[in-house]
């Protein structure tokens, strides 16, 4: 640790706290880069090392015995005063010792406020942590993830460390001793239905590509599109339920053209019931099988593609590829696009989990460039906004 240093990155925080004040874009973010090289420079090595070894594993599971004890909705009953571990032990009848060792590494971890002994509070994580689509990614990371991790290095050993590309014999097989992650997921129900809050909460709270400032839809879809048949058509390829494109028809309200979902029959299913299923034409498709709608405007995947490795993913755009008009159609990926230096912790730890869960990734621009080229597709733009956040990346013949 030098002042010189530590002096040298407070005037850089006081700099970008005047551009903060002023709303300049990206303001945010590089403050926030800042303060984790202060916090950086100030911390031991040691006071590093320990952190990893002993204060994240415990919040973890901290986190994840919260969700068992409902301590998240127990905190926020009575508009959010303060409760006492008895209070937050009651709902489930647990240990009051118990429960005031978690709030008490919840709390050092600043999770929550302590405020009196044995009393607790919420802060401005807890509330966030009352509502499911926040909190549920704990549990599907913490009972899903969190074992495959556990066992990966056991894993890459008996593969004599190779990269994990086989999807039927990956990390998570041989941590859950199951076929596949779907598969696992429909025989935990608890589970999947984390997952799938989780799932939402994400979608729902990362910029998509039709906002504001990041793709050109008007230039780049509106603009010439075809008006009959399969030209006119935007399609969600493994698109779930339709929420993406209920979203894109209330924020292009100007698009004329259709609207259709691909998915499995199980899903084609449940998307007939959501309240926009009037909205768009859903239609059972899979992805590994030849596209049965040629020439359309636009064949868009929103992680998909991350889920599988390069010879499977290659599969999926040789099926576009063949059902694409040159000069008109579009594949549109929005995926994560890894920095090749200087990576976000959004990006590589994602990256990590792909590895886990499908034996599966996420790519850098020239890994994307390289698999869309070696299917016959040229990338026409990269668009991207923000820090760790996803990219829409534009490929045509």
Same mark, same amino acid.
């Given at each position: 640790?030098?002042?010189?240093?530590?002096?040298?990155?407070?005037?850089?925080?006081?700099?970008?706290?005047?551009?903060?004040?002023?709303?300049?874009?990206?303001?945010?973010?590089?403050?926030?880069? *800042?303060?984790?090289?202060?916090?950086?420079?100030?911390?031991?090595?040691?006071?590093?090392?320990?952190?990893?070894?002993?204060?994240?594993?415990?919040?973890?599971?901290? #986190?994840?015995?919260?969700?068992?004890?409902?301590?998240?909705?127990? &905190?926020?009953?009575?508009?959010?005063?303060?409760?006492?571990?008895?209070?937050?032990?009651?709902?489930?009848?647990?240990?009051?010792?118990?429960?005031?060792?978690?709030?008490?590494? &919840?709390?050092?971890?600043?999770?929550?406020?302590?405020?009196?002994?044995?009393?607790?509070?919420?802060? *401005?994580?807890? %509330?966030?942590?009352?509502?499911?689509?926040?909190?549920?990614?704990?549990?599907?990371?913490?009972?899903?993830?969190?074992?495959?991790?556990?066992? #990966?290095? %056991?894993?890459?050993?008996? $593969?004599?460390?190779?990269?994990?590309?086989?999807?039927?014999? /990956?990390?998570?097989? !041989?941590?859950?001793?199951?076929?596949?992650?779907?598969?696992?997921?429909?025989?935990?129900?608890?589970?999947?239905?984390?997952?799938?809050?989780?799932?939402?909460?994400?979608?729902?709270?990362?910029?998509?590509? #039709?906002?504001?400032?990041?793709?050109?839809?008007?230039?780049?879809?509106? @603009?010439?599109?075809?008006?009959?048949?399969?030209?006119?058509?935007?399609?969600?390829? /493994?698109?779930?339920? +339709?929420?993406?494109?209920?979203?894109?028809?209330?924020?292009?309200?100007?698009? @004329?053209?259709?609207?259709?979902?691909?998915?499995?029959?199980?899903?084609?299913?449940?998307?007939?019931? %959501?309240?926009?299923?009037?909205?768009?034409?859903?239609?059972?498709?899979?992805?590994? $099988?030849?596209?049965?709608?040629?020439?359309?405007?636009?064949?868009?995947?929103?992680?998909?593609?991350?889920?599988?490795?390069?010879?499977?993913?290659?599969?999926?755009?040789?099926?576009?590829?063949?059902? #694409?008009?040159?000069?008109?159609?579009?594949?549109?990926?929005?995926?994560?696009?890894?920095?090749?230096?200087?990576?976000?912790?959004?990006? $590589? /730890?994602?990256?990590?989990?792909?590895?886990?869960?499908?034996?599966?990734?996420?790519?850098?621009?020239?890994?994307?460039?390289?698999?869309?080229?070696?299917?016959?597709?040229?990338?026409?733009?990269? !668009?991207?906004? +923000?820090?760790?956040?996803?990219?829409?990346?534009?490929?045509?013949?």
């Amino acid at each position: 640790m030098t002042t010189r240093k530590i002096s040298d990155l407070v005037k850089a925080i006081t700099a970008e706290e005047q551009k903060l004040e002023k709303n300049e874009v990206g303001s945010k973010e590089a403050l926030l880069e *800042k303060a984790r090289s202060l916090v950086a420079e100030l911390e031991s090595p040691l006071e590093v090392i320990y952190g990893c070894i002993l204060a994240e594993p415990s919040r973890k599971f901290s #986190m994840r015995m919260a969700l068992d004890f409902k301590i998240f909705d127990t &905190l926020a009953a009575g508009n959010g005063r303060p409760k006492s571990t008895a209070e937050l032990a009651a709902p489930m009848k647990a240990s009051h010792k118990l429960v005031g060792r978690v709030l008490r590494h &919840l709390c050092a971890m600043k999770m929550m406020i302590q405020t009196g002994e044995e009393e607790y509070a919420q802060n *401005k994580i807890t %509330e966030y942590l009352a509502h499911a689509k926040y909190r549920e990614g704990i549990c599907y990371t913490f009972d899903a993830v969190g074992p495959t991790l556990s066992k #990966m290095p %056991e894993y890459l050993e008996t $593969t004599k460390y190779a990269n994990p590309q086989d999807t039927n014999d /990956g990390p998570f097989q !041989y941590a859950h001793k199951t076929p596949n992650h779907w598969v696992w997921l429909e025989e935990h129900p608890r589970v999947l239905q984390a997952f799938q809050d989780y799932c939402a909460g994400v979608r729902e709270d990362r910029p998509n590509f #039709m906002d504001e400032g990041l793709y050109p839809v008007d230039d780049r879809l509106i @603009k010439g599109l075809k008006t009959d048949g399969d030209a006119a058509a935007f399609i969600d390829v /493994g698109g779930g339920t +339709g929420h993406a494109l209920a979203e894109f028809k209330a924020k292009v309200p100007e698009w @004329k053209g259709r609207l259709v979902l691909q998915d499995q029959d199980s899903v084609v299913q449940i998307a007939k019931t %959501e309240s926009h299923a009037s909205l768009i034409e859903p239609v059972v498709h899979d992805f590994f $099988t030849a596209q049965p709608m040629m020439g359309a405007r636009a064949y868009y995947m929103r992680h998909i593609l991350h889920d599988w490795p390069d010879e499977e993913c290659r599969t999926i755009l040789r099926h576009l590829k063949n059902a #694409m008009e040159p000069g008109y159609s579009k594949v549109l990926i929005h995926e994560c696009v890894i920095a090749d230096r200087d990576a976000s912790w959004q990006h $590589t /730890g994602l990256d990590i989990y792909m590895m886990a869960l499908f034996s599966a990734q996420e790519r850098t621009e020239r890994e994307w460039r390289e698999l869309l080229e070696s299917v016959g597709l040229k990338v026409t733009g990269i !668009y991207s906004k +923000g820090v760790g956040n996803l990219s829409l990346i534009e490929a045509m013949v």
